[in-house]
């Protein structure tokens, strides 16, 4: 596969005729409390391989383990970087960037500066991506925008400047914000930059209606650690 | 100065006879939000220097800002590392810690791996505080416990891990997880590690009597935003 082994799936998927299979290909199983031990995170691998999600959500700290116990599956290892509140250094964000995709990540998961958006420094904001998005090597990377904190102009404003630094997907929130995704911003983000660039939903995903409401909306990607009450109201609905 | 200019206050003070110079020498004024502009830095620096306080703590893309700012007076730049998650790679919090101190950081409050430490890995816990205390080449390095996820035996333990590893003060909370500071908390700290270790109280200090609360308990150092609130109400409350 090319670019790192990711799959490119970011055309709008149709909830009528969606399969399990794709269903699962969406989620990125989430598995990010700064408590989370060892064992919290085998969990999370044991389900991640259980419903063959997309991939597994960590932080830097476990993307080696992950990278260990995955490597001979299709779910691949997401790491976050600046995460979760996107105000470190440009140039550390690189560097955890390029940490973790030695430690095996496949994926990327990078908080934008968002006092820099906030504040019109749009140069800055795209040189920080460009520098993660080239760290990366061909990894996937996402763009979270933390939502909550922009208005309409600074979440279109966002999008673009992820497409132009050559981001692969924009992601709504980091899920320690004080709020999550939002059907209308997945509307806004898709009618902006989708499908070249895929949308992710994420913070706020608890059950299989939130996750289909999502995809109706333009998201191919879900974040949430509600993968297990997702898959199982799923087969529950079709299967009963 | 001894350690790069920080002042080891660590002895308990005596609220009865505290005075407002001593109050604001508690303080580190916190501008952490994600959302915060280089306007909000701005201003935050303006009244780190009103109030004489001991520092302004930040992000560490604004270290180098803050430490323009504030070159000619007595407020230290105080930068967060491995913040608020602490789940970062060890290697990352060390990079991290050695570039804010570049960039002009006195104080250094980084996030201990809570995961690592609620599994029982104090070797891991201990030597990544000791790396961000070498990488910070003198500067003050408190450890962030994050009280909120930890049973009594591991806030000792950290306690004890931050003494180990020669870091100078324990601090409660981020302010970014379910809880802030709290009183026995702080009165457990100062039992484990004061007066060889600093206590800082953060998370949840919004007024005076918090404030009052934290430094009656062991506190010596204060995480808040509230420094306007605090400093005019001790104003009002002994001059009025």
């Not at 009528?16 to 598995?31: P, R, Y």
């Not at 995170?41 to 063959?52: Q, V, W």
């Not at 934008?112 to 998005?133: F, M, P, T």
């Not at 930059?193 to 909306?217: F, H, Q, T, Y």
Request: glycine share 8%; aromatic share 4%; hydrophobic share 40%.
């Amino acid at each position: 596969m090319p670019n790192g082994g990711w799959e490119r799936v970011i055309q709008k998927l149709e909830v009528s005729s969606l399969t399990e299979k794709q269903l699962a290909k969406t989620i990125d199983h989430a598995v990010l409390k700064p408590s989370s031990t060892e064992v919290e995170i085998r969990e999370g691998c044991s389900i991640a391989l259980k419903y063959k999600v997309a991939a597994i959500c960590v932080n830097p700290c476990y993307v080696r383990l992950c990278a260990d116990i995955l490597k001979n599956s299709e779910v691949k290892v997401d790491a976050v970087i600046g995460f979760p509140l996107g105000a470190n250094a440009p140039v550390m964000k690189k560097a955890e960037a390029q940490r973790a995709v030695e430690d095996g990540a496949a994926e990327l998961d990078m908080v934008l500066n968002v006092g820099a958006l906030k504040e019109g420094d749009y140069k800055y904001v795209r040189e920080e991506i460009q520098q993660v998005v080239e760290a990366g090597r061909g990894a996937l990377v996402k763009v979270i925008l933390e939502t909550c904190y922009l208005n309409e102009h600074e979440k279109i404003e966002a999008c673009k400047l992820a497409e132009e630094a050559g981001a692969h997907y924009v992601k709504t929130s980091t899920g320690f914000g004080p709020e999550g995704a939002k059907v209308e911003d997945i509307k806004l983000m898709y009618r902006t930059v989708g499908p070249r660039l895929g949308v992710k939903a994420s913070g706020g995903i608890r059950g299989l209606s939130d996750a289909l409401a999502m995809i109706e909306a333009g998201a191919t990607r879900l974040g949430t650690s509600a993968t297990q009450t997702i898959m199982e109201d799923w087969v529950s609905r079709n299967y009963k």
